[in-house]
């Protein structure tokens, strides 16, 4: 039972270099998501998808990209990687919005000298 | 906008200490709440949640009360162990399909000290 699984665990880049990270859930999910987690921030959501085929920008888009051209993946990119996206990225998933719980993968720990 | 406001940690207690973690929010509308616990190296795993005012989620020993009053969702557990340490983030949804919105609180870090 996987659940949610992303790749990979840990990465580290230099400055305008680009990455894309991958997101991929088993559990036949409409929405997911990706989100950064900062010390003292909380959780802040980057984008979001409500189905396959569809990206709607969060609360901290800039400098990211997403593609979800199939349901059960949901890839988040960095085109121009820059020192304030060091960051843990975590995926989501979730049946439907409303009070649907949200599955979460264990994150990547990103750090960009 | 919506938000999500809860104490700032972090909290350190004894075994069998007795917690609260306070939550209060900011909504438009009537909003679900939940609390998510992360615990080391991990992503956030859903702990409890309540959908309507007067609702009480409960799960491993943990409650909280949806207060619509006093619009908060405190987290209590009356005898707390080792194995709670851990984040906790209180979070509110709100709407649906493509305005669907799920806001997290900056989270609380929990240390049970044996």
Request: charged fraction near 15%.
């Amino acid at each position: 039972n996987a659940g949610v699984t992303q790749t990979p665990k840990f990465r580290v880049l230099k400055t305008g270099q680009s990455m894309t990270l991958l997101c991929a859930q088993d559990m036949n999910h409409e929405y997911m998501y990706w989100y950064r987690q900062d010390p003292g921030m909380g959780l802040r959501l980057i984008h979001y998808s409500v189905g396959e085929g569809t990206t709607a920008k969060g609360e901290v888009p800039d400098g990211y990209n997403v593609s979800r051209l199939k349901k059960q993946n949901f890839l988040l990119g960095l085109e121009s990687a820059a020192p304030s996206q060091t960051s843990v990225y975590f995926c989501a998933s979730s049946y439907a919005g409303g009070n649907s719980p949200l599955h979460f993968g264990n994150g990547t720990r990103l750090t960009v000298t | 906008g919506n938000s999500v406001t809860q104490m700032e940690g972090p909290v350190t207690l004894s075994e069998e200490a007795f917690l609260t973690i306070n939550c209060t929010y900011t909504a438009t509308g009537y909003p679900s709440l939940f609390w998510y616990v992360q615990y080391p190296g991990e992503g956030l795993q859903l702990l409890l949640k309540a959908t309507k005012a007067d609702d009480k989620g409960s799960n491993k020993g943990f409650e909280a009360t949806y207060r619509k009053e006093t619009t908060s969702f405190h987290l209590e557990k009356g005898s707390v162990q080792v194995s709670d340490s851990a984040v906790y983030f209180c979070a509110l949804s709100i709407g649906g399909g493509s305005n669907y919105k799920l806001t997290f609180g900056k989270g609380t870090l929990l240390t049970v000290n044996p």
